[in-house]
Every structure is written in C-alpha cells, then in structure tokens.
C-alpha cells in the first residue's frame, strides 16, 4: 500500500520559516518526481512546486519562488519543502503527491496534509 | 501560466443523474489534462489523466473527454459518494494550475 505521511506543520509568525517533510513508503520513490500542492482555508487546489526523480531539477509557482526550497533525500524515500519568508497567504493546507505513476505530470496518490498557520 | 477556467462553480443534482463538468484552458494542454474529487477534510482523489484515462479502481460511470482547450468530466448515474468537489488540472507545462473547482450538491 502507497502511503505518504506529511509532517512540519504548524503555527508559524509572519516572516518565519518552517520545514515540512513527506515520507512515502510502498513505492518506488526514486522513480518518480514529487510535488507539493497547497489549499488555503475554503479554496481551491494550488500546485507549489515539484522536484525531478533524481533531484537535479526543480519547479515552482511564482507565488513561491525565491522564498521556497523543495528538494528530496532518495535515500530515505523523503521529499522536503523549505519555506521562508511566510506571510499569511502562505496559510493552507500543504499536501505532497506522487507524480506520474499512471501519466508523468498528473497527481496518482496524495499524502493527507499538513496545516501551515501564518499568524501572530 | 495556462488557466484553467471549470463550469459550472455548483452544480445541484439528485442520484441517477447524469453531469456533466466543463474545463476550459488559456491554451492547449496537448490532452495532459486530469481531474480529482475531494472531499470535505480529505486529500483529493485520482479520477483521470490524460483527458480520458480512467485511472486504477475508478467506477466506470465516470469518465472524461476532450482535447486541446476543452474538456468534461461526466458522471454518467451519480451515487450518493460522488457529491463531492471537482478539480481539473493541467500538466502540459510548468507551472501546473488547477481549475477553481466544482462543487456538486445534491439537489
């Protein structure tokens, strides 16, 4: 059974930082690009950013860019995402999925999130 | 950035119904094109990908179609557990966007 568990969240002041991690198990992590996808509270579904299978290349959404870092550690099958500079937009629920297991691009299995809280 | 524009926003209908959800993108995704059902408090679900293609485990009354800038999500005799949210999303280039959604309510 594919399971990702999220993990990091929390309640964070204006202008800090966090790190959430994702550890996926019963699959082939290293086979696959990660991503993560993002919901704020009663909104709809925003893709953040995505990491290659190896590592080596990484996208993200320009409302990110520059403050967020993704990046993975294939040898503990963990895909992590760095983010500075949080501002209350940055309050969402923060889900990592799996990649192109059926069509490369498309999200087949999701983790059951990890809540961001942005507030002072 | 394509955008990726769903219709309608709500939809009410009863079970045995057949729907239809419509996405729209700013241009074409080449058919790398899925869609997903959420539940309120829960992770969204797989449904299709590349426009048609059902993805493992998803009933047969549901399916998918079209091509370029346009395309639908039918449920063909809806059940009780598909009144739900759906979202398109597109996957042609980076980075990928989401429809804003579509709620289906039972009427």
């Known amino acids: 059974e594919v399971q990702l568990l999220e993990s990091g969240g929390g309640l964070v002041q204006p202008g800090g930082s966090l790190r959430l991690s994702c550890v996926v198990s019963g699959f082939t992590f290293t086979s696959y690009a990660m991503s993560w996808v993002r919901q704020a509270p009663g909104k709809g579904l925003e893709w953040v950013s995505a990491v290659s299978d190896s590592g080596g290349s990484t996208y993200y959404a320009g409302s990110v860019k520059g403050r967020f870092t993704i990046s993975r550690d294939n040898s503990k099958n963990t895909l992590y995402l760095q983010m500075n500079s949080l501002s209350a937009d940055d309050t969402a629920v923060y889900y990592c999925?799996?990649?192109?297991?059926?069509?490369?691009?498309?999200?087949?299995?999701w983790g059951q999130g990890t809540v961001v809280t942005v507030s002072s | 950035d394509i955008q990726m524009t769903q219709s309608p926003s709500t939809l009410s209908a009863s079970v045995g119904d057949r729907v239809t959800i419509t996405c729209r993108a700013s241009q074409s995704t080449n058919s790398w094109l899925a869609w997903y059902q959420q539940k309120a408090g829960k992770a969204p679900k797989y449904l299709i990908y590349?426009?048609?293609s059902l993805a493992s485990g998803v009933p047969s009354r549901f399916s998918g179609s079209g091509s370029e800038t346009e395309f639908t999500l039918t449920i063909s005799s809806l059940q009780p557990d598909d009144f739900a949210t759906y979202y398109c999303q597109q996957y042609n280039i980076y980075p990928y966007t989401f429809g804003q959604g579509t709620k289906l309510e039972i009427k």
């Open positions: 590349k426009a048609s």
């Open positions: 999925a799996i990649q192109g297991a059926s069509s490369s691009g498309s999200f087949s299995y």
